[in-house]
């Protein structure tokens, strides 16, 4: 490199951006006294290749360490040292001794060497505009239209059972062989589990940081979930699934943590952001020597601030323009509502600036309305545009089909989309994100075979996880051949099912639990990367009977006339319509006492063509349910779509093949749900 073609180089774009004569470096860094480019030829090399000062007057704009340096080309790996004071009693943890990831770096390499010893990580220099996207656009699904799927890039594929080659199993390039299986099971977006990069390994050599909530950058996609190790390929493996989901019809939801990071407590490595500014980038304790930990993780990522506000932001244009991103689940969403103190404030500026922001406008953004440290905000969270994951509906329906006391009115609530915590706000039914599982607890078959948590293969004890899950065993702890216990716990499930697609709001389910994925009672299986994690492609043989039940499910969802536009209106409007009657056992006459486990609703749909007659039973006897006869002014023929407790195929079935229900009331079985469907317009 000739020095005398290097430039004093630009504060913007922050990163490393190719330009036509070479790539121009920024970095922010406040505190820095000095800072250090560092350029390597190889991947495993422990020292660089050239070590390149940065001017304090010359190649620094306001807080901007800037350089720009000729003939440099996609694939160079580069990072930075920076030097300036050690004093914890200001928040400041510099350390010359440390490689430092740039935060913007779209690609990031770790190389190993002898005796599994990692070196250190690097950053390389990549080309967004050289990566052909064809035609592809974002499906922009509406929520009423959209059925969520959370899975693992890798525990989806890793199983040597999927299928998969060998080279392809638990990869982006694996997600992209089995997206036939997401439409046939009629999936609209797949939610996944953390891809930005982090740290797979653990204190503990027996296991590992499978789900992948500690990151290390959130611009540079998981390298260990590619094909290839080679992170340039990485990045086109990962736009390459994302293309061909769009081409499905699919869209990818991220789910994304920016409330902390991997660099953890003070105990940590330092990885980037303590190295480069601690005091700037994270929520320090009082004294300024600690780290404030609002995640459970160690520390808390500092959003307020301006500087990590623009980072933010940054980093979810990036992956909407560049990687084509169609929305994000926001990990503990409520820590980004609080302020540089840990206060939470009214009106968060970070939470605004992702509402109000005209690249992110018509993405799809989830939160997570609580976090480690107490503060929750299921059904007040900011903005007109967040949707919420649903806590309660979980806990709720779970504790109404378990038979607890005192639920009914709760559950009532919950599956007609939580009016008494989102119909105020005026805003579209799908506000609630409507699951009864997801990654963090029981599968949906644990749920309905533990009575308690069995986590000792993650080596605490037992200690970890939640004690409170609200699953039912049925009488037997675990797997049983017992075909009583089996029929109850499948009649569960499509309980279950049946009441989160067909709930209003939006619906979300785990991976694998259409086929009864189990993890074997571990509830927090976060540290499992091995077939307590992974799908089993052998279940979906063995329950391809429950699987078409939920095959059936999802279909009707798709159908229903809440998922028109001409049928679009808030929550407070839906249930302004004259569309539901309530029942108990009796006609018009719900029980909502505490000693109630049994609901019955008529609901006419808004085309006004059909009802439904809707009918839960709880309780651990059968139940017989009144019919309504007369139904908008037409005399009722029934006819049964979905009665959870009989064998497949009768379990369910396509509409136009409903079978006539002759008498006036309907024999529900115990713990099992019926639907009747009659046409009552033209």
């Known amino acids: 490199m000739n020095k005398s073609e290097i430039k004093a180089g630009k504060s913007f774009p922050i990163g490393a951006t190719l330009n036509e004569t070479g790539v121009n470096f920024s970095l922010f860094s406040k505190n820095a006294q000095s800072v250090e480019l560092l350029l390597f030829d190889h991947e495993g090399d422990r020292a660089p290749a050239q070590i390149i000062p940065l001017h304090p007057k010359k190649n620094k704009t306001y807080h901007y360490w800037h350089i720009q340096l000729p003939g440099l080309e996609a694939g160079q ?10 004093d914890t009693s200001n928040g400041h943890r510099f350390n010359p001794e440390h490689f430092l990831l740039d935060p913007y770096a779209k690609a990031v390499t770790i190389s190993k060497v002898k005796k599994n010893k990692t070196s250190p990580m690097k950053c390389v220099v990549s080309d967004s505009s050289r990566y052909d996207w ?46 036939p299986y997401l439409i046939e099971l009629g999936i609209t977006a797949v939610e996944l589990l953390p891809v930005f990069l982090f740290d797979h390994h653990s204190a503990d050599p027996e296991r590992s940081n499978y789900w ?8 540079a996609v998981h390298t260990a979930y590619s094909s290839s190790t080679e992170p340039l390929h990485a990045l086109d493996e990962f736009r390459d699934m994302v293309k061909a989901l769009h081409k499905a019809g699919i869209e990818v939801i991220l789910d994304v943590v920016y409330n902390h990071t991997g660099e953890g407590g003070e105990g940590g490595p330092t990885y980037s952001l303590r190295g480069i500014d601690n005091s700037i980038y994270y929520t320090l304790t009082p004294d300024k020597a600690h780290y404030a930990d609002y995640s459970g993780c160690g520390n808390t990522l500092n959003a307020n601030h301006p500087i990590v506000r623009r980072m933010i932001i940054d980093s979810l244009h990036y992956w909407v323009k560049d990687m084509h991103i169609d929305g994000f689940r926001f990990d503990l969403a409520s820590i980004l509502s609080r302020d540089e103190k840990g206060m939470p404030v009214e009106n968060p500026p970070i939470l605004w600036d992702i509402e109000s922001d ?31 994951w649903n806590g309660k509906f979980r806990d709720d329906v779970r504790s109404f089909l378990k038979g607890d006391r005192g639920t009914i009115s709760r559950f009532a609530s919950r599956i007609m989309g939580s009016p008494d915590m989102y119909a105020h706000q005026e805003r579209e039914p799908e506000q609630s994100i409507n699951f009864v599982t997801c990654h963090d607890g029981f599968t949906l078959n ?38 009583v216990i089996e029929a109850l716990r499948n009649c569960q499930i499509k309980n279950f099912f049946t009441l989160t697609l067909l709930s209003v709001g939006a619906p979300m389910m785990l991976m694998g639990d259409e086929v009864r994925r189990t993890q074997r009672g571990n509830n927090n299986a976060y540290c499992q990367d091995n077939e307590i994690s992974w799908f089993d492609w052998s279940l979906v043989q063995k329950h391809s009977e429950l699987l078409r039940y939920v095959k059936l499910l999802l279909a009707m969802r798709l159908q229903r006339d809440t998922t028109k536009e001409e049928f679009s209106m808030s929550l407070r409007e839906l249930l302004n319509q004259p569309l539901v009657t309530w029942h108990g056992v009796k006609l018009n006459q719900p029980d909502w006492s505490d000693d109630s486990h049994s609901l019955a609703i008529t609901v006419q749909s808004l085309s006004g063509k059909i009802a439904m007659h809707y009918m839960i039973n709880a309780w651990q006897e059968p139940l017989d349910f009144e019919l309504p006869v007369i139904q908008n002014g037409v005399a009722c023929l029934w006819k049964r779509w979905i009665d959870t407790s009989l064998p497949s195929p ?14 006036f009331a309907y024999d529900v079985k115990d713990h099992s749900m019926a639907i009747l469907i009659t046409e009552v317009g033209p």
């Open 650 to 663: 009768n379990d369910i079935c396509h509409l136009h093949e409903a079978t006539p229900i002759d008498g």
């Open 212 to 219: 992948g909530y500690s990151p290390i950058s959130f611009f």
């Open 77 to 86: 790996l580069y990072a930075y040292r920076v030097n300036g004071p050690h």
């Open 446 to 483: 644990d749920l309905v075979s533990y009575n308690t948590k069995h986590n000792g293969a993650n080596g605490e004890g037992n200690r970890d996880g939640t004690n409170d899950n609200l699953s039912w065993n049925f009488g037997i702890e675990g797997p049983t051949d017992d075909p």
């Open 358 to 388: 005209p690249v992110l406008a018509g993405t799809k953004l989830i939160a997570e309305a609580w976090d480690a440290a107490g503060l929750y905000q299921v059904g007040s969270f900011i903005g007109d545009s967040w949707k919420e």
């Open 134 to 179: 064809e035609s592809d656009q974002h499906p922009r699904r509406p929520f009423a239209q959209t059925i969520i799927y959370e899975m693992h890039v890798a525990g989806f594929t890793k199983n040597p059972n999927s299928g998969v080659a060998p080279k392809l199993r638990g990869t982006y390039a694996g997600l992209i062989e089995k997206i």
